[in-house]
């Protein structure tokens, strides 16, 4: 059984620091592309960051320059390393794995956390 947990959301001030860690169990994603969504209520889901396996990042313009995202495949974890947060990145976020397309797409990835919450205080 496939599972992918976030961890390392909180509270935090507005220029402050997070790192998420997204550690997956039952198969490895070493060679598969690996994602960060948000979703703010009452929003769609919106693409933050992806990596794909040869170590390529993508990020969403409204995070490029404060955002990391990084994997370390011999402990099957994603991690996204957040710097100088706006309370405007305030969501749940998500961790996703093995998309089958368009590494923004949330609809093509096969395998989701259960998100955690990130709430930046102005």
């Known amino acids: 059984q496939v599972q992918l947990v976030e961890s390392g959301g909180g509270l935090v001030q507005a220029g402050g620091s997070l790192r998420l860690s997204c550690a997956a169990s039952?198969?490895?994603?070493?060679?598969?592309?690996m994602g960060w969504f948000r979703q703010a209520p009452g929003k769609e889901r919106e693409f933050v960051a992806a990596?794909?396996?040869?170590?390529?990042?993508y990020y969403a313009d409204s995070v490029k320059g404060r955002f990391t995202i990084s994997r370390d495949n011999a402990k099957n974890t994603l991690y996204l390393q957040m710097n100088s947060l706006k309370p405007e990145d305030t969501a749940v976020y998500y961790c996703a794995a093995d998309s089958v397309g368009d590494y923004s797409d949330y609809r093509l990835y096969n395998y989701w956390g259960q998100g955690t919450q990130v709430t930046v205080s102005s």
């Open positions: 039952g198969r490895t994603f070493g060679r598969v592309k």
């Open positions: 990596i794909i396996w040869v170590g390529i990042a």
